[in-house]
């Protein structure tokens, strides 16, 4: 009767190891690819909310046409694009490098309402008020 050995069973330990420390640089560069596409799906939506907001006075078209240009040169895409008054209302995407899947945000740009501007004053101590 033969007798096994254990030669080799350093090399196979080893092998295994090696493909689970590659799994896990995977798997991080993989959230942080989509931590960093997130960042630059709202950096995007505030860009293009922002910079149509100053637009939205002459209307929906105009305001969504000027946000999606700052979208755009952020490397994103626009998703959605609303005016309701003097609000707009944008929302982007960015699609992940590594991994089938994209980032979504949203951004809103307008005119400070009465009622936060009334908490704004009241949260100032007495003698910092205007």
Same mark, same amino acid.
């Given at each position: 009767?033969?007798?096994?050995? $254990? *030669?080799?069973?350093?090399?196979?330990?080893?092998?295994?190891?090696?493909?689970?420390?590659?799994?896990?640089?995977?798997?991080?560069?993989?959230?942080?690819?989509?931590?960093?596409?997130?960042?630059?799906? !709202?950096?995007?939506? $505030?860009?293009?909310?922002?910079a149509g907001g100053r637009?939205? /006075?002459?209307g929906e078209a105009t305001?969504?046409?000027?946000?999606?240009?700052?979208?755009?040169?952020?490397?994103?895409?626009?998703?959605?694009?609303?005016?309701? !008054?003097?609000?707009?209302? /944008?929302?982007?995407?960015?699609?992940?490098?590594?991994?089938?899947?994209?980032?979504?945000?949203?951004? *809103?740009?307008?005119?400070?309402?009465?009622?936060?501007? $009334?908490?704004?004053?009241?949260a100032l101590p007495r003698? *910092?008020?205007?």
């Amino acid at each position: 009767m033969r007798r096994w050995d $254990d *030669r080799g069973a350093a090399s196979i330990f080893v092998l295994g190891v090696g493909l689970v420390l590659v799994s896990l640089g995977l798997a991080g560069a993989t959230v942080g690819a989509a931590r960093v596409a997130r960042h630059q799906a !709202g950096a995007a939506a $505030d860009f293009g909310a922002l910079a149509g907001g100053r637009h939205a /006075v002459e209307g929906e078209a105009t305001a969504c046409a000027v946000a999606r240009h700052y979208v755009e040169a952020n490397s994103a895409r626009m998703t959605g694009c609303a005016v309701t !008054g003097l609000e707009i209302v /944008v929302r982007t995407e960015v699609a992940l490098v590594v991994f089938p899947a994209s980032a979504e945000a949203a951004s *809103r740009a307008g005119p400070v309402s009465a009622s936060a501007g $009334d908490l704004l004053e009241q949260a100032l101590p007495r003698g *910092r008020r205007r």
